[in-house]
């Protein structure tokens, strides 16, 4: 399972969703609850935060019987490649 290093002060948006991609990386799919659970938001705001998520590519929508899941895509992979490469050229201690 993954785990977030829990970073002083707010996140922004964008670490926000790579916190979210990385944990679905990791489970593989999972379901809204679950993942506003791991990023420590309001379902309302996960809800709103995966609907911007799914309109920019980065994680896909999958129905099954048993519930709506989420999964990360292609472009989700690359976000999350690419964010973790500005962590590194910006250092994890710079401001938001």
Do not use: Q
Request: proline content about 3%.
């Amino acid at each position: 399972m993954a785990t977030r290093a829990v970073s002083p002060g707010r996140r922004c948006r964008h670490e926000v969703m790579a916190d979210v991609l990385e944990y679905l990386a990791a489970v593989g799919r999972a379901r809204i609850s679950w993942i506003a659970r791991f990023a420590n938001l309001s379902l309302d705001r996960a809800r709103r935060l995966l609907g911007e998520m799914a309109f920019y590519g980065l994680v896909e929508e999958v129905v099954e019987d048993d519930g709506r899941y989420y999964k990360v895509s292609e472009r989700g992979y690359e976000y999350i490649e690419l964010w973790r490469r500005l962590r590194t050229l910006v250092g994890s201690s710079a401001p938001p």
